[in-house]
Each structure stands twice: as C-alpha cells, then as structure tokens.
C-alpha cells in the first residue's frame, strides 16, 4: 500500500510571500487532516476532513491560512502571507475513518519563513 | 485544544532500561489513547493504542498501562535499543488526535 504522499519536502520563503503544499492520501481513506508542527513540539490539529467536507477547522488560522480538498481526494494547504511563526512541519495524514482506525502521516514539508 | 501534557521532555537510558513515557488528559470524552512514534525527518508512525475500558495493553516490548480515574497513561519499552531512539508523542482522541508536546528517548549502547 503506498503511503501519504506530500510535496515539497522542503520551502524556503520570505515573510508575506504565498506558499502551498500538496498531499495525497492512501487511496481509499476518506479522512484527511493536516497538522503543523513547529520544532520541539507535538503535532498540532489545523483542519479534518471528511470526504471533500470539513469536520474541524477552529484551529486554522483563516485570515491566512486555507485549505481544500477536491473531490475527496488530494488536498492542498495554503498560506498567505506567510509570517516568521509559521516555520515549523506541515504533516498530512490520512485515515479510513476516525482516529481510532489509526492515522497514516506523510513525511511532511519542512516550511522556513525567513 | 483540550490538552495532553506529556513528561519527560526528554530521557536517557541505556541499552537494556526500561523507559517509561507518562501522558495525563483532561477530556473525559476521550476514547482513545494512541503513541506514535517519530524519526527525524519522518512522520510520527503509530506504535500502539488502547481505549478507556482496558487498564494494560502488550505489543512487543511496547506496554501502555492506563488509568481511567486518575486520567493518566504511560507507555514502557522493555529491553529499549539503540533503534528505540526517537521522539514519542501521547495522544487522546475525540473526532482527531490531540498531540502531548514529545519525548526524545536517547538509548545509548
């Protein structure tokens, strides 16, 4: 089974540009979720999604960040403008249901915001 | 978010120890508790989970033990290797998984 696929693996952009990340789940996983971590701590939850639907997104900071998922399948996170403090790891993982069926994370994409 | 706190931050022992990793919830509503674990550069990975309703589960040299009153679980690697050496995160879950903030194991030989 391939896994989570997520591209780039790493960024580097000044402060206030746009940056976006892409990621494709295991086929067949009808939840995503992307998750920022930032250097030295747990993964923190920014948006779930069930099918092409969102579940949770009260973490996602939405005057800059976005996120969407079409038809279902890949999803791409978005930011812009990118600020200093969102230097961290953005993971993705995918899952057949809720957490309980155990996630699947992707290597993630290193973001430095210089 | 409601919070996992997760302790020690970080942790040495020799090949051979037995590391143990404590996590400690607030949310009652919490019917899963999960630890992953992470190599740099990788994503966390899941190791083993248990629910509410068990006080102990074994995988390998893997134990979580569980304590529904007090809201605290820890995770016990018997016979810890050198290979053990990565971040381990706790988590609790309702609709997604809430993270503790990590623990670096450094198993040395």
């Known amino acids: 089974e391939a896994g989570v696929a997520q591209s780039p693996r790493y960024k580097i952009i000044e402060k206030r540009q746009s940056v976006a990340f892409w990621c494709n789940p295991i086929?067949?996983?009808?939840?995503l979720y992307w998750y920022q971590q930032i250097l030295g701590q747990g993964p923190k939850l920014l948006i779930q999604?069930?099918?092409?639907?969102?579940?949770?997104d009260s973490q996602l900071p939405k005057d800059r960040f976005s996120a969407e998922r079409l038809k279902g399948v890949d999803s791409t996170l978005k930011i812009q403008p990118a600020k200093l403090e969102d230097s961290a790891v953005y993971l993705c993982?995918?899952?057949?249901?809720?957490?309980?069926?155990?996630?699947?994370f992707g290597s993630g994409t290193r973001l430095t915001v210089v | 978010q409601q919070q996992v706190k997760q302790s020690p931050q970080s942790l040495i022992v020799q090949k051979g120890g037995i590391p143990i990793i404590n996590c400690a919830y607030e949310n009652t509503a919490f019917d899963y508790f999960p630890w992953y674990q992470q190599f740099p550069g990788k994503g966390p990975a899941l190791l083993i989970a248990?629910?509410?309703?068990?006080s102990e589960k074994k995988e390998g040299r893997f134990t979580i033990s569980f304590n529904k009153s007090a809201k605290q679980f820890s995770l016990h690697i018997m016979d810890s290797q050198p290979g053990d050496s990565a971040t381990y995160f706790c988590?609790?879950?309702?609709?997604?998984?809430?993270f503790g903030k990590g623990t670096t194991l450094s198993v040395s030989s």
């Open positions: 248990i629910r509410p309703d068990v």
């Open positions: 993982a995918s899952s057949t249901g809720g957490p309980s069926y155990g996630y699947t």
């Open positions: 999604f069930q099918n092409n639907g969102v579940v949770d």
């Open positions: 988590a609790g879950s309702g609709t997604a998984l809430i």
């Open positions: 086929s067949g996983h009808a939840t």
